[in-house]
C-alpha cells in the first residue's frame, strides 16, 4: 500500500449551526481522506484565529493554491512533518494567515487517508489497531451562556458523564435517556419550557444555576437506578463569558449576583461538594492561572479542565 498524496482539494460547507466552514479531501494512492472544521460559539482570546481574512472562502483558496502543492507527493503517514509544514506555511503563533480550522480540516483529513491506505479505521489508526479503550461521552444537557437565548442559565454547559458504564454504547444510552427525562423535569419545574434547545442540542430553560443542577441531579439519579451504573455530573461555566474587566467580577445576569475572584473560586467548590461534580470546564477566566491553580488544589475528586485557559497553545500548556 502506498500513503503518497495525490491530491488535495477544499470546498465550503455548512457547520451543525449552519454557519460556513471548510471541509477538505486528501486522496492519496490507496487511501481517500475526508475532515470538516468545527468551530464554537464561546471562544478564548487566545484562541487561532479560525479563518483568515476573507473568510472560508479564502481557506479554501489558500488550501487549492498554497498548501496542496506543498503536501502533495508527500507521504500521509507522516502526520508531524506535514503539520510542521501548515506551521512554515502560516508563519504565525495562532495560525492568522492560513487560519486555525484550514490547518485542522487539512491535518485531519490527511490522517484519515493515511488510515484508510492502511486499511483501518481512523481511532484504530490514531489509537493503535490494539487499543480498544475509548474515553467517557460528556453529554450537554441543559445549556446556558452563549450557547442559548432569553432568561437562560449564566452556566453555560451543564453536563452528565456515565462513569460506571462499561461500554461506550452503554454510556452513550445513559446521556440520551436523561436527556430525555430532563425534557419532563424540567417541565415541572418551569412552567413556561417549551421544549426549546441551544444551538447544541442541549434543554435552554428559564431557570436558575442551582435549579439546573437540582433537575440534572434527579435524572441523573434515576437513570443511575434504572441503568445499574453511577452517572455524575459537570459544568462548563465558560467564565470568561461572565468576567467583567474594569470591575473585576463575574457577573452572573440571569441571577443578579458579581463575584470577585475569591468569592467565584468558593462558589465553584461549593458546587462540587454539594453537586459531587466531577469534572469543571473553565471556572475562572482565560488569564487567571493562578485562580486556576487554588481551585484544583482544593478540587480534590474533581477535574478542573482548562479549555479557554489553554486553547489547545503548547506556550499556554507551559505555562499551566
Given amino acids: 500500500m502506498s500513503t503518497t498524496i495525490e491530491e488535495v482539494r477544499a470546498r465550503q460547507i455548512l457547520n ?21 472544521a468545527p468551530s464554537g460559539a464561546s471562544t478564548g482570546r487566545a484562541e487561532a484565529v479560525p479563518f483568515p481574512k476573507g473568510g472560508v472562502k479564502e481557506a479554501v483558496k489558500k488550501v487549492m493554491e ?26 504565525t503563533e495562532n495560525f492568522e494567515n492560513i487560519g486555525g480550522n484550514t490547518a485542522y480540516a487539512v491535518s485531519l483529513a490527511v490522517a484519515d487517508a493515511a488510515a484508510d491506505s492502511y ?13 480498544s479503550s475509548l474515553p467517557y461521552p460528556l453529554g450537554n444537557v441543559i445549556g446556558g451562556g452563549k450557547h442559548a437565548f432569553g432568561r437562560a442559565t449564566d452556566i453555560q454547559e451543564f453536563l452528565v458523564l456515565p ?41 435552554a430553560p428559564n431557570i436558575s444555576n442551582d435549579d439546573a ?9 434515576e437513570v443511575s437506578e434504572e441503568m445499574g451504573f453511577e452517572c455524575r455530573m459537570g459544568i462548563d461555566v465558560a467564565a470568561s463569558s461572565l468576567w467583567n474587566p474594569e470591575k473585576e467580577v463575574y457577573v452572573y445576569e440571569r441571577d443578579g449576583i458579581e463575584r470577585d475572584t475569591g468569592e467565584q473560586i468558593e462558589y465553584i467548590l461549593s458546587l462540587i461538594d454539594r453537586y459531587n461534580l466531577i ?8 488569564d487567571d492561572y493562578g485562580g486556576f491553580r487554588e481551585l484544583t488544589s482544593k478540587a480534590h475528586g474533581c477535574l478542573i479542565c482548562g479549555d479557554d485557559l489553554f486553547v489547545t497553545n503548547v506556550k499556554r500548556l507551559e505555562k499551566g
Avoid at 66 to 91: C, N, R
Wanted: aromatic share 8%.
Fill in 279 to 286: 469534572y469543571v470546564e473553565d471556572p475562572l477566566h482565560e
Fill in 66 to 91: 498554497t498548501i496542496a502543492p506543498e503536501i502533495v507527493g508527500l507521504y500521509a503517514d507522516e502526520q508531524e512533518e506535514i503539520d510542521m509544514i501548515l506551521h512554515e506555511i502560516d508563519g
Fill in 213 to 221: 443542577l437540582e433537575a440534572l441531579s434527579k435524572a441523573c439519579n
Fill in 163 to 203: 462513569v460506571g458504564a462499561n461500554s461506550f454504547s452503554a454510556a452513550v444510552e445513559a446521556n440520551a435517556r436523561i436527556h430525555r427525562k430532563l425534557k419532563r423535569i424540567l417541565g415541572e419545574m418551569d412552567s413556561t419550557f417549551t421544549g426549546g434547545k441551544g444551538d447544541e442540542g442541549a434543554w
Fill in 16 to 36: 451543525s449551526r449552519g454557519n460556513p466552514t471548510i471541509e477538505v479531501d486528501v486522496y492519496t494512492i490507496d487511501g481517500f481522506g475526508r475532515a470538516s
Fill in 119 to 131: 486499511g483501518l479505521s481512523l481511532y484504530q489508526y490514531l489509537g493503535g489497531s490494539m487499543n
